[in-house]
């Protein structure tokens, strides 16, 4: 029988998700909450604009790998 969290997302002995898209969206979304939290602790404009650049990069790779997944803030621009 196969392990779900508590979303009912399939996981591994590890808890993490086993579908590639999916895992990839939930990284996107945790690297926008770590740029939000970067800036709202006032961390410097110039670590916060190379997160963000970061994150735009791993966008790119997101979109190309898993064309039309995600939605919200984990594809935001």
């Known amino acids: 029988m ?3 969290d508590d979303w009912g ?5 590890y808890g993490r998700i086993k579908d590639p898209a999916e895992r990839y969206q ?3 979304l945790g690297l926008h909450d770590l740029l939000a939290e970067a ?3 006032g961390y410097s404009a110039e670590a916060c604009q190379r997160l963000a650049e970061a994150r735009l990069m791993f ?3 997101f979109e190309h ?3 039309g997944y995600g939605k919200g803030r984990a594809v935001w621009r």
């Open 39 to 41: 800036g709202d602790d």
């Open 2 to 4: 196969a392990k779900l």
């Open 9 to 13: 997302r399939e996981v591994d002995d």
């Open 65 to 67: 790998r898993h064309p």
């Open 59 to 61: 966008m790119d790779e």
């Open 26 to 28: 939930q990284f996107m």
